[in-house]
Nanobody
Framework: QVQLVESGGGLVQAGGSLRLSCAAS????????MGWFRQAPGKEREFVAC????????YYADSVKGRFTISRDNAKNTWYLQMNSLKPEDTDLYYC?????????????????WGQGTQVTVSS
């Protein structure tokens, strides 16, 4: 059974940092594109960042570019989102996702597997 489990969320002051992790099990994701999305109550799920299967290509939403960094460790079947210079508007439930298509993808509907989410709250 495929399972994605996020961790690392929490409460942080504006300007602070958090590192989210997504540990996958049930299959090897070394050939998958991996992504991070976020969602606030009553809003659509929003693309944050994604990384190609070999880590060579990354892509970010404009709102997080220069502050967030996505990375992956295929040997551990895990990928990460380093979030620096956090702002109150980054407060959301953050989800990791895996897309079996190795091409970069920003549309949530194209991802095949999802975690349950981890809450990030940034206080002003």
């Amino acid at each position: 059974q495929v399972q994605l489990v996020e961790s690392g969320g929490g409460l942080v002051q504006a300007g602070g940092s958090l590192r989210l992790s997504c540990a996958a099990s049930g299959r090897t994701f070394s050939r998958y594109t991996m992504g991070w999305f976020r969602q606030a109550p009553g809003k659509e799920r929003e693309f944050v960042a994604c990384i190609s299967w070999n880590g060579a290509i990354t892509y970010y939403a404009d709102s997080v570019k220069g502050r967030f960094t996505i990375s992956r460790d295929n040997a551990k079947n895990t990928w990460y989102l380093q979030m620096n210079s956090l702002k109150p508007e980054d407060t959301d439930l953050y989800y990791c996702a895996a897309d079996r298509d190795p091409r970069i993808e920003i549309a949530a509907g194209r991802y095949d597997y999802w975690g349950q989410g981890t809450q990030v709250t940034v206080s002003s």
